[in-house]
């Protein structure tokens, strides 16, 4: 079983301590499950979640979720449905937001070389990557460390190009 408190969480957060503070572990599982802290003023670009639908509960703090274009203010005890297919966008208000999301665990999500992709034409002045620290979750703005990295490793959103 696995257990923690909010307060618990919130209590052993660092200033300046941004996204996953909790997460269901373990590879038999049907659910992820993850406790994700957003800054005051921080949010991400929209982007649509194709695979699953989230469940989301505000633990505290507050902010804006624009979701279709329609916005909802967020506060402790909100508590929504975020279809897969559906555009979403969420902004910390000046208190920062403290979010629980559940979803279906995504396939796909082991951590592993990708399938190779066919080489890129060669050039005496880009070299290439080792890493991908420069891709940056649009959620939790976590950075990126493999280089065929697919998904945040911290929160599971799909990462950018």
């Known amino acids: 079983m696995q257990?923690?408190?909010?307060?618990?969480?919130?209590?052993?957060?660092e200033d300046g301590q941004s996204g996953a503070l909790w997460r269901l572990r373990g590879a038999d599982r049907q659910l992820d499950a993850n406790v994700v802290r957003h800054l005051p003023g921080a949010g991400g670009a929209e982007y649509?979640?194709?695979e699953v639908d989230v469940?989301?509960?505000v633990v505290s703090g507050t902010g804006i979720l624009t979701l279709d274009g329609v916005q909802s203010h967020l506060s402790a005890g909100f508590l929504g449905l975020l279809p897969r297919g559906a555009a979403r966008a969420l902004l910390a208000g000046p208190q920062g937001l403290v979010v629980l999301t559940v979803h279906r665990k995504r396939r796909g999500m082991s951590i592993g070389p990708a399938a190779p992709a066919a080489p890129a034409a060669p050039s005496a002045d880009t070299p290439p990557p080792s890493c991908a620290l420069h891709v940056v979750c649009v959620r939790c703005h976590r950075h990126a460390i493999?280089?065929?990295?697919r998904y945040c490793s911290g929160c599971g959103t799909p990462l950018p190009g």
Do not use: I
Not at 3 to 13: D, I, K, N, Q, W
Not at 146 to 149: I, Y
């Open 55 to 57: 469940m989301m509960v």
């Open 3 to 13: 257990t923690a408190t909010v307060a618990g969480l919130l209590a052993a957060v």
């Open 146 to 149: 493999e280089v065929d990295a």
């Open 48 to 50: 649509t979640e194709d």
